[in-house]
């Protein structure tokens, strides 16, 4: 599997900020960085460039860089077989286990070992005149995002990139990706540009095309000065194209204002037990007693359907939850379902936890109480990949009517239905079961968990559900 972890580079005259280390994706001089995954077409270095070649009757074959990447800017040249199909991926993933998508209403499964994830594609098609190089396609997804469900006219698109792509020459592709932002270049002129926020990291991967046309066995794609630049990570802010798709901060990242203290006789933001310094939301130890420090935070407004995005980050043994619908007219619970006198404000819970250390994440039934779990009631999937105990993570949560959705950096790990036979049949075996109608609220508060544990946010931001 992959690793998280990062390349740098200086990439002049781009207008971003590039890191102080220059280097490259490519050595120039062997394959040292990058493992092979899909088909067994042949990729191999010469003369500085990296040369793919197709090979007839095998899948999609990827070389894909041993490390990760969130926002970052790549650059790099091409050159291929005016008769092949080819691409690369950008914040991409594979795993060992089968996995799937649910996505407006379609279940998409992900086969062991399949490459998933953003393509830049490299699409020039004479045969049926179509030329989308640059445009970007959800690969053993979602398939075209732009042109298609993203946006961009077909017609239009094949005019735009058709003019730029330079047959059998070497062609220059720019990607930029910044939060839930995608453009790309083609030869200097902007082609895509999206938003979208299902796949906050991964790898990067060079594509060869599967065939099955003997002619075409041996037939080649060369990528040249593979460079990439990451950008720091951008604190509570929203690009201009994530204003537009509907997006607003939750937290401003400077003060306390749109939170409250969960407690109902206290409208203001706790006076203890809550940090802002540089950019990050932290809840402070207090020894690990739930909601006794600050206490829960909650969002003054409700929220009924929502997009919900934050990045989060534990230290080693800690516990905390983002919950949302919460009502904060109901007293808090203890493990027995029985009213207690201190504790947690009522509502559905993402749990943020560290599943090794902290002794809650062994409670419950199957391991609902783990990271990314509905607390006490759905198990996360047991393919997620959280980021290691001090390092930043991203939660989403998407709730459109019933259903709703828990994603973890960038994979969707659970989905449930409010309301539906089945998640009454958890509830009523959870310790929410004399809870009236729990989690079937038509609004409620986003809250943010004081369980005595040392947890910090950054990045929140919401928007109308798509």
Not at 148 to 176: C, M, Q, Y
Not at 231 to 256: F, Q
Not at 258 to 275: D, I, L, Q
Request: aromatic residues 10%; contains cysteine; charged residues 25%.
């Amino acid at each position: 599997m992959k690793i998280p972890s990062v390349f740098f580079f200086v990439a002049a005259g781009m207008g971003v900020t590039a890191l102080a280390q220059p280097g490259a994706l490519f050595n120039g001089r062997d394959l040292t960085g990058w493992v092979q995954h899909g088909g067994t077409a042949n990729f191999r270095v010469e003369g500085g460039e990296i040369v793919g070649t197709a090979v007839l009757n095998t899948a999609n074959s990827f070389l894909c860089t041993t490390r990760d990447f969130g926002d970052f800017v790549l650059e790099y040249d091409f050159k291929v077989d005016p008769r092949l199909n080819s691409g690369v991926q950008i914040r991409s993933q594979v795993y060992d286990v089968p996995t799937s998508l649910d996505w407006q209403g379609e279940k998409i499964s992900i086969p062991a070992g399949r490459v998933h994830g953003y393509q830049v594609e490299i699409d020039p098609d004479p045969v049926r005149a179509r030329w989308w190089t640059a445009g970007l396609y959800d690969e053993a997804r979602r398939k075209w995002l732009y042109p298609g469900s993203a946006g961009g006219d077909e017609k239009a698109f094949t005019k735009l990139s058709g003019s730029l792509f330079k047959p059998g020459e070497w062609n220059h592709i720019r990607v930029e990706a910044r939060g839930a932002s995608l453009k790309t270049w083609l030869n200097g002129t902007l082609c895509a540009d999206i938003v979208d926020a299902v796949t906050p990291r991964g790898f990067i991967a060079l594509q060869v095309h599967e065939i099955s046309d003997a002619a075409l066995a041996g037939a080649e794609v060369r990528w040249r000065n593979l460079q990439l630049t990451e950008l720091p990570a951008t604190l509570n802010t929203l690009t201009p194209e994530e204003v537009a798709a509907g997006w607003r901060l939750l937290w401003d990242g400077k003060t306390t204002e749109g939170w409250r203290s969960a407690k109902v006789e206290n409208t203001e933001f706790p006076a203890k037990g809550w940090k802002i310094e540089d950019g990050v939301l932290s809840v402070l130890p207090n020894g690990g007693k739930e909601a006794v420090g600050g206490g829960d935070i909650v969002t003054r407004e409700q929220y009924s359907e929502f997009e919900l995005c934050a990045d989060f980050r534990v230290t080693p043994g800690a516990n905390s939850g983002i919950k949302y619908l919460v009502q904060l007219n109901l007293a808090p619970v203890n493990e027995k379902g029985e009213k207690a006198a201190t504790g947690s404000s009522i509502g559905p819970e993402f749990q943020i936890i560290d599943d090794a250390l902290h002794a809650d994440a062994k409670l419950g039934r199957d391991g609902n109480r783990t990271l990314g779990s509905l607390y006490d009631l759905i198990p996360a999937a047991a393919t997620k990949r959280p980021a290691s105990v001090g390092e930043w993570n991203t939660a989403r949560i998407v709730v459109k009517g019933a259903r709703v959705e828990h994603w973890l950096n960038g994979q969707q790990i659970l989905v449930y239905e409010r309301g539906s036979p089945a998640f009454r049949e958890l509830v009523a075996l959870s310790k929410f079961k004399f809870i009236p109608g729990f989690g079937e609220w038509p609004a409620g508060h986003i809250l943010l968990q004081d369980h005595g544990d040392a947890v910090s946010y950054r990045n929140v931001r919401i928007r109308d559900p798509k």
